[in-house]
């Protein structure tokens, strides 16, 4: 499973020598994406195409919205049902259902995600957004390479990277 990296970098020449590092320490080019405002000029970095649009934040909504949804119904057959065919075994479905959409919606709300509106005023004001996919179990260590040797690079935060989802 894959989580995407974000990092703020403070000008083109910090991003190109971290990328580069990056790409020397096993990451796919296609695993890195670069966005900033129009006024910087990204050539020679790999350009994010449709990652700007943060998928990953509108498919956890829909989730988040159709969880809640399934939630409501199921208590909405939990009140309907005992009136019309009476206590049975068939209020076990919606209760079960209730008690795990609950349990879904407490485990994925503790899930770290960072999403791109937290990098609106940095992109703004010049700065260049490093997204980088990686595996779950390099997070840690991708982290401390690019803190360790650009301590100019602001580590942004971690969320669920667009792999996660086949895109």
């Not at 670069?34 to 000029?41: C, E, F, P």
């Not at 960072?114 to 179990?137: K, N, S, W, Y």
Request: charged share 20%; net charge negative; proline share 4%.
């Amino acid at each position: 499973m894959y989580r995407r990296l974000y990092f703020l970098i403070p000008d083109k020449l910090h991003a190109l020598s971290v990328v580069f590092e990056l790409t020397s320490h096993g990451i796919d080019l296609d695993h890195i994406h670069t966005l900033a405002n129009k006024k910087v000029r990204l050539q020679g970095l790999p350009n994010a195409e449709h990652q700007n649009r943060d998928l990953g934040h509108r498919i956890e909504d829909l989730l988040w919205k159709g969880n809640l949804a399934l939630f409501c119904l199921a208590l909405l057959s939990l009140m309907i049902l005992p009136l019309t065919i009476g206590l049975t075994a068939w209020l076990l479905l919606p209760a079960g259902i209730m008690v795990a959409t609950f349990m879904a919606g407490l485990i994925f709300s503790r899930v770290p995600n960072t999403h791109m509106d937290e990098f609106r005023d940095a992109l703004a004001h010049g700065e260049i957004l490093l997204m980088v996919d990686v595996p779950q179990t390099r997070v840690a260590d991708i982290e401390d390479h690019v803190h360790h040797h650009h301590p100019e690079t602001t580590v942004g935060g971690v969320g669920w990277g667009t792999e996660v989802f086949g895109f």
